[in-house]
């Protein structure tokens, strides 16, 4: 394409050169008043055949001109698509190396996580051991390790992302996840804001496993929190299934996306905050793991009136 787009210039540096050349010796002929010449020569011998001959120049030139015209239109148009062909080709080797570059960074981040982890997981443990069950540190310390767990396989999971491997998810319903977290979910809300979880059915299979669904929510649950930016408001879990599809919606009424930012919020590293204040891989890696599960999230927004996010997934049954 880039070679084409090339030819088709120096086609249109020719086209202009000729071009140049007709201007000036049409230029040169009106300057010595060889077209009134020519016409008194002509009108003075009533000669019909030069007459004829003039006649038959004259659209010569004319169907020359517009070919000329129609044949660069076309060039014009096969130049357009070849570069907009090398432009999308430059934009896809750009985004290949962005996401090279989060492959890297996830990397780094679940070392140093799964480092910093393990001393809090082996810390609990033995703390564990050397309490008796009625001790009223026993429950603190015994969820400080679960949730250290979930963290470590976070990280895991970050590192499957950087390796780009996609591990066969387990079964794993959904709806009895968000009942039986639902204290946990709570508590990355802010005390002046309300997390409503609204669960319309028994089951709902999905082919993620549980720490997978604890990175989704806590992607979009803290996005909605930030998008709420310290004021009081409203951050809501709708659960419901529908011929065979699984609609999880996440609600708030923070500030809201511009209309030009919704369709970057899940490119990599795109983000709206502040430097230093978010990496813009959140939303990136939740739609990596909708597409995991076979999924689809989509989002909704007005600026001023919060934003809603849908994802669908298909039934586990289902799913190969």
């Known amino acids: 394409m880039y070679f084409e787009a090339m030819r088709i210039t120096a086609f249109h540096l020719r086209t202009g050169f000729f071009v140049a050349i007709w201007l000036v010796v049409a230029a040169i002929f009106a300057k010595l008043d060889a077209f009134e010449a020519f016409f008194e020569f002509s009108r003075a011998h009533e000669d019909w055949e030069l007459d004829e001959i003039v006649a038959v120049c004259l659209a010569a030139m004319i169907a ?9 239109h076309l060039k ?5 698509k070849a570069l907009q062909a090398q432009l999308a080709a430059e934009r896809e080797l750009h985004l290949a190396k962005r996401n090279r570059a989060l492959n890297i960074l996830s990397a780094g981040l679940a070392h140093s996580g799964n480092n910093l982890l393990q001393p809090i997981l082996t810390l609990s443990r033995i703390s564990l051991k050397q309490l008796d069950s009625r001790h009223p540190a026993y429950a ?3 969820k400080i390790g679960q949730v250290a767990e979930q963290a470590t396989k976070l990280f895991k999971s970050f590192d499957s992302f950087s390796r780009e491997h996609v591990t066969s998810s387990s079964r794993v319903d959904l709806s009895d996840f968000l009942r039986k977290n ?11 804001a309300s997390l409503k979880s609204t669960v319309n059915c028994e089951y709902a299979p999905i082919s993620l496993d549980a720490s997978e669904i604890t990175d989704l929510l806590f992607v979009l649950l803290s996005n909605a929190v930030d998008s709420l930016e310290g004021q009081p408001g409203q951050i809501s879990i709708d659960l419901s299934v529908k011929d065979e599809t699984i609609a999880l919606v996440i609600a708030d009424t923070g500030k809201g996306i511009d209309e030009a930012d919704l369709e970057h919020i899940f490119d990599p590293f ?7 204040s978010g990496t813009g891989l959140g939303l990136h890696i939740a739609r990596t793991l909708m597409d995991r ?20 997934f298909p039934m586990q049954e289902q799913a190969q």
């Open 270 to 276: 795109f983000t709206t905050k502040q430097l230093g």
């Open 76 to 80: 014009a148009g096969l130049a357009r």
């Open 140 to 142: 603190n310390l015994e």
């Open 293 to 312: 599960a076979n999924g689809h999230i989509s989002v909704r927004s007005t600026p001023g009136q919060g934003s809603t996010f849908a994802l669908e």
């Open 64 to 72: 020359g001109s517009t070919w000329l015209a129609v044949e660069v």
């Open 182 to 192: 639902e204290t946990i979910l709570s508590l990355t809300v802010p005390q002046n």
